[in-house]
């Protein structure tokens, strides 16, 4: 099925529905959407741009505005490139709703090169009738580069990207976050990503293969960063020294890998010696394991780089 150069103006409820599996690579290119819902709050509006049941869907050049939910997709290996979907309203400090929503855990997909504007991407196992993890794959193949991410007048504790597990057990196994632009005008947010836990956390013991990487922060509170390199001071001799990584780390999870420990200039005891041993490491320390502990041989003060991952990449 191929939608190409189409108007949908003011769709009651769906633009475009499937009920079953006619969705199959379903091709939607330079489309117009158009809600009639537009001067509702953007958390009143029922109306849903498409969705689709199936896998291999082709979302290239469209444009949807103020939908309820611009798409929601199940099934993987989807390609969605190059569209502008915007969900705003006149609400100050509005909350806002997703924009594109994945129901399944592996999706082996690419968001690439998109205006995603005041709304989130919610990727959900929602369409899993037994939704905690038993040997199926967990949240992985997922790719998320060089979209313009941005909001306005929003609630602070907005995000654009959502992780909602229906069950428990459940952990990240393959996400690329990177090249993305994320911006918001009239405020700043917290941070760009957190999981729901409406019903389930993640397992953050298992994380796996994570990167968020080369993407620019505008009135973001928290950079989210991973692998993150971190410069610490310790001003006083102490044989440990304790670090908080967890902020830059995605979602809220643990630190769970050390890359590297670097000295940046010397390392002294309290006599003001110069001390060449290596400290051994601690990953996920702490009561939320997001800290990382260097413990020496002796008390030492001065400064290191330390570059920790919230995930094992292999």
């Not at 994570?210 to 505008?218: D, G, K, L, P, S």
Request: hydrophobic letters at 40%.
């Amino acid at each position: 099925m191929h939608f190409k150069d189409c108007w949908f103006t003011k769709p009651l409820d769906r633009g475009i529905s499937s009920i079953g599996v006619g969705c199959q690579d379903l091709q939607l290119d330079t489309c117009h959407f158009f809600s009639n819902e537009q001067a509702l709050a953007a958390t009143d509006r029922v109306s849903i741009g498409f969705n689709v049941n199936a896998n291999d869907a082709k979302i290239r050049g469209n444009r949807f505005q103020r939908m309820g939910t611009t798409m929601v997709l199940f099934g993987n290996g989807h390609l969605i490139v190059g569209n502008h979907w915007f969900q705003g309203d006149n609400v100050t400090d509005g909350p806002r709703v997703a924009g594109l929503v994945l129901t399944e855990t592996n999706v082996k997909s690419v968001i690439t090169g998109n205006y995603i504007d005041n709304c989130f991407i919610e990727w959900t196992n929602e369409h899993d009738a037994a939704p905690d993890f038993a040997s199926e794959f967990s949240f992985g193949g997922l790719t998320i580069t060089g979209n313009i991410f941005t909001c306005n007048d929003v609630a602070s504790w907005f995000s654009w990207i959502v992780i909602k597990p229906y069950g428990a057990g459940h952990f990240l196994q393959g996400l690329s976050v990177t090249g993305n632009t994320f911006k918001s005008l009239n405020g700043s947010i917290d941070r760009i990503e957190k999981v729901d836990t409406s019903f389930a956390g993640l397992e953050f013991s298992l994380t796996r293969n994570v990167v968020f990487a080369a993407n620019t922060f505008n009135s973001v509170s928290q950079n989210t960063i991973n692998p993150v390199t971190l410069e610490f001071d310790q001003p006083s001799p102490a044989t440990n020294w304790v670090l908080n990584v967890g902020a830059y780390l995605p979602f809220g999870g643990w630190s769970r890998e050390v890359e590297s420990v670097v000295a940046e200039g010397a390392i002294q005891n309290a006599g003001g010696d110069d001390v060449f041993a290596m400290p051994y490491v601690t990953t996920a320390d702490g009561a939320q394991s997001n800290l990382v502990r260097l413990t020496w041989p002796e008390p030492v003060e001065g400064r290191v780089h330390v570059t920790a991952r919230v995930d094992r990449p292999i």
